[in-house]
């Protein structure tokens, strides 16, 4: 059974950073693509950001320029660096990892940005 551990939420002022981790607990095979999706109270979940295996990283407009993410694949693991944090991005984040068909998320993690 494939589960994703987050880490690295937290209350952070405007302006602040904050790097979430993603780890895979699987081993024998690797996923075609990882990223992070986040949920704000009152909406939908909405893609942040994603890498495919031997791809380029891909964002949403509301985070290009402040956001990083970066993947580690010979470990499942997948990082999300946060910069210029505003208060709008406050939400819970989760980790979604794909592989073929299959979708797999994260339990998530709570990034509040509030001075």
């Known amino acids: 059974q494939v589960q994703l551990v987050e880490s690295g939420g937290g209350l952070v002022q405007p302006g602040g950073s904050l790097r979430l981790s993603c780890a895979a607990s699987?081993?024998?095979?690797?996923?075609?693509?990882m990223g992070w999706y986040r949920q704000a109270p009152g909406k939908q979940r909405e893609l942040v950001a994603f890498?495919?295996?031997?791809?380029?990283?891909n964002y949403a407009d509301s985070v290009k320029g402040r956001f990083t993410i970066s993947r580690d694949s010979a470990k499942n693991t997948v990082y999300l660096q946060m910069n210029s944090l505003k208060s709008e991005d406050t939400a819970v984040y989760y980790c979604?990892?794909?592989?073929?068909?299959?979708?797999?998320w994260g339990q998530g993690t709570q990034v509040t940005v509030s001075s």
């Open positions: 699987v081993r024998g095979f690797s996923f075609n693509a």
């Open positions: 890498i495919t295996t031997g791809g380029s990283p």
């Open positions: 979604n990892a794909k592989r073929f068909q299959n979708d797999y």
